[in-house]
């Protein structure tokens, strides 16, 4: 149901923009977001949308990065630029996807690994 790409290995300073897409039978879909999960630690929050666009990010990435998404296209992004090394992590994206008007779920995409070297 979701489909992330974008990640890769990135230079400190640099940018990468990650795309998260929702597929399937979808009637709407509600808030979308991004998570980490860096090696031998818990999956934290990074940000989220909703779908009428009102943000919200961790301190640590704010001014850093942005989320936005294409409501067309059941699509959210994450911008990340100033990356640092400690943003070195596998990213997932959520998303709360409604196949009817009363069935909604919470649904995650598969992963897409950052590395920021120093």
């Known amino acids: 149901q979701l489909q992330a790409s974008g990640g890769g290995l990135v230079q400190t300073g640099g940018s990468l923009r990650l795309s998260c897409a929702a597929s399937?039978?979808?009637?709407?879909?509600?808030?979308m977001g991004w998570y980490r999960q860096a090696p031998g630690n818990q999956r934290e929050f990074v940000g989220s949308i909703t779908a009428g666009g009102r943000t919200k990010y961790v301190d640590s990435i704010k001014d850093r990065f942005t989320i936005s998404r294409d409501n067309a296209k059941n699509t959210v992004f994450l911008q990340m630029n100033s990356l640092k090394p400690e943003d070195t992590a596998v990213y997932y994206c959520?998303?709360?996807?409604?196949?009817?008007?009363?069935?909604?779920?919470?649904?995650w995409g598969q992963g897409t690994q950052v590395t920021v070297s120093s």
């Open positions: 959520n998303a709360v996807i409604y196949t009817s008007f009363f069935d909604g779920d919470d649904y």
């Open positions: 399937g039978k979808i009637y709407s879909v509600n808030g």
